[in-house]
């Protein structure tokens, strides 16, 4: 792992450790061009050719059903049973306080105006499973679309070795009463859900994160569909100080790293000695996990930077805007109002990132790749639309149409404006004998 003094950083360099680009970008844009394109003409069959080509899976087909599930779902070990259950329940709790009834606004006298959420009818949801299977992300997903109140839940999850899919999955399926799992994975699901197959139903927003290659295929498939985000390889960056733990750290570090070779793991930290230490502290940890080559790649590709002091490591954060951002430090509480841009924020030196991503409550489904800037999580929000609602009385109209009627004369639009004045003159009483408001 590379160690940079932010002092010495120039502008363009701090640009260029803070961009995830990667080399051969141009190369899995093209493939996933193509799948998008074979799943478009051939459909189902595409699907069963990709299944076997990248999952190495002939499959019989598409999807599993509830019953299947079920058996399945059945094999689980009673703990871990427990765990998705407690987890469960803490995303439930958080994603349910999020559903809030906004109060209706009288603008000016008579002009009332408010919005109410309706849920997206169909939406379909991903789960990563090339590397691993992440049952946590299918209850991070469909916790909050059936609190929305989302009608139809098409989830589309790589195939394991055996055609199926793991006893957590199956599991996770019968508690959410998901009764359907597509055995599909990478580019070709994300296009199966956007354009629909004989099988798979066609949705109207995309969910989940994933490699590049679906990654890639949401962002490709945009003009067909919406999409909650780029949620792509994970990333954290931890900001320490001499109050932090580098064994703490390390792990926290290491914990993004296993996910894929092309996760960052970024330490900012004001002190040369924690940072050593944690860089030894990785070494040991390394050397004892059973995915160390995976995260070996990552931390190879990640780096650490010296700052001078915590708001010059904000600052630096607030440019890479991390998926995750770790406050390893005593003095998390003044940092918080400097974040910016970050996905998920954990505090203090007993917050481990782990919590956010499996049962803390928060989801874990982030913008990564400098999306936090602009992007949030997924939240309960995600899977509802707003749509807005305006009510005028006849004193209302009164207030307001000559407001209405010059901004649509200012903008050479005489339909609009006439759309208010045929109303006004109707009730100045010329052509008709007035009538009391009953809206008023
Ligand atoms: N940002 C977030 O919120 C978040 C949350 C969880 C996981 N993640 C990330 O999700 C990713 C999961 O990746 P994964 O690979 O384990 O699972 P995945 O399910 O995203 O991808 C597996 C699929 O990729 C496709 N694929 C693999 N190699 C291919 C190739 N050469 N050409 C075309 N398609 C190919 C295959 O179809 C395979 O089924 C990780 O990078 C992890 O860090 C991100
Ligand atoms: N850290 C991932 C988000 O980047 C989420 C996850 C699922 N399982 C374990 N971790
Ligand atoms: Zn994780």
Redesign the pocket.
């Known amino acids: 792992m590379k160690i940079y003094g932010y002092k010495d950083l120039s502008k363009s360099k701090i640009e260029e450790l803070c961009s995830r680009q990667i080399e051969d970008d141009k190369l899995v844009e093209e493939?996933v061009s193509d799948?998008i394109n074979t799943v478009k003409k051939d459909g189902d069959q595409a699907l069963f050719n990709?299944a076997k080509a990248?999952?190495k899976v002939e499959l019989e087909k598409l999807f599993l059903d509830a019953e299947e599930l079920k058996q399945i779902a059945a094999t689980i070990p009673a703990d871990a049973k427990k765990a998705i259950d407690t987890a469960y329940q803490n995303i439930k709790n958080f994603h349910q306080s999020q559903l809030k009834t906004e109060d209706k606004i009288e603008t000016m006298p008579g002009v009332l105006c408010w919005r109410e959420s309706r849920a997206i009818e169909k939406v379909g949801l991903?789960i990563?499973?090339?590397?691993?299977v992440?049952p946590s992300?299918f209850l991070m997903l469909a916790t909050p679309a059936i609190i929305a109140g989302c009608k139809e839940i098409v989830v589309c999850?790589?195939p394991q070795g055996d055609g199926k899919t793991n006893c957590y999955l199956a599991y996770c399926a019968v508690l959410l009463g998901i009764e359907k799992v597509f055995l599909i994975?990478?580019?070709?699901a994300v296009a199966a859900m956007a354009f629909g197959t004989k099988t798979v139903p066609q949705v109207y927003k995309i969910f989940g994160?994933?490699?590049r290659?679906?990654t890639t295929a949401k962002t490709m498939v945009q003009n067909k569909v919406a999409i909650d985000m780029p949620?792509?390889?994970?990333e954290v960056l931890v900001i320490a100080d001499e109050t932090a733990n580098p064994s703490f750290i390390a792990a926290d570090l290491l914990a993004q790293a296993e996910?894929?070779t092309?996760?960052q793991a970024i330490l900012v930290a004001t002190s040369k000695e924690i940072i050593n230490q944690t860089l030894k502290e990785i070494e040991n940890q390394l050397a004892i996990l059973p995915r160390k080559d995976i995260a070996a790649k990552a931390i190879a590709n990640s780096y650490a930077v010296l700052a001078e002091n915590l708001e010059q490591a904000m600052q630096f954060s607030n440019e890479y805007a991390p998926?995750h951002l770790i406050l390893a430090t005593e003095q998390f509480q003044s940092l918080i109002p400097l974040i910016i841009n970050a996905g998920s924020v954990f505090l203090g030196n007993f917050t481990p990132e782990s919590v956010g991503d499996y049962a803390s409550g928060t989801n874990?489904?982030?913008?990564?790749s400098g999306f936090a800037k602009a992007y949030s999580?997924v939240s309960t929000d995600a899977f509802l639309k707003k749509i807005t609602f305006q009510q005028l009385s006849r004193e209302g109209l009164n207030n307001i149409g000559k407001t209405v009627e010059i901004l649509a004369e200012a903008e050479g639009l005489e339909a609009h404006k006439n759309a208010v004045s045929i109303r006004l003159i109707f009730e100045s009483g010329v052509g008709r004998p007035k009538t009391e408001d009953k809206t008023a």
């Open positions: 493939r799948i990709f990248f999952d991903y990563p499973g090339g590397t691993a992440l992300t999850s790589p994975g990478g580019a070709q994160p994933g490699n290659y679906v949620a792509g390889p994970s996910h894929g092309d996760s998926e874990h489904t982030l913008p990564t999580g």
